[in-house]
């Protein structure tokens, strides 16, 4: 049975710094890309990061870019996300997901459970 677990979110002042790690079980994913998505409030769930099955490919959207790194250790089976220079509007939800293939679009196979990140002003 495969799951998904993330860690390490958490409630952080604007300008602080948060590392999410998400642990899978059950299988490994080196073929599968995988990604962190956020959903804010009122807000569908929207791709942030993704990383590619050999994790030397990464995708940020515009507003991560420059602040947040994707990485993954195969080792482990972990992906995590390095969050810094925090923004209020970076509250939500952060969930892991991992993609049916190798490429950062389309059907995600599993989800974990959602981590909450609360940055207050």
């Known amino acids: 049975q495969v799951q998904l677990v993330e860690s390490g979110g958490g409630l952080v002042q604007a300008g602080g710094s948060l590392r999410l790690s998400c642990e899978a079980s059950?299988?490994?994913?080196?073929?599968?890309?995988m990604g962190w998505f956020r959903q804010g409030p009122g807000k569908e769930r929207d791709l942030v990061a993704g990383?590619?099955?050999?994790?030397?490919?990464?995708q940020y959207v515009n507003y991560a870019k420059g602040r947040f790194t994707i990485s993954r250790d195969h080792g482990k089976n972990t992906v995590d996300l390095q969050m810094n220079s925090l923004k209020p509007e970076d509250t939500g939800v952060y969930y892991c997901?991992?993609?049916?293939?190798?490429?950062?679009?389309?059907?995600?196979?599993?989800w974990g459970q959602g981590t909450q990140v609360t940055v207050s002003s």
């Open positions: 059950g299988r490994t994913f080196s073929r599968n890309a």
């Open positions: 997901g991992v993609y049916q293939r190798d490429i950062y679009y389309g059907p995600i196979d599993y």
């Open positions: 990383i590619s099955g050999s994790g030397n490919r990464s």
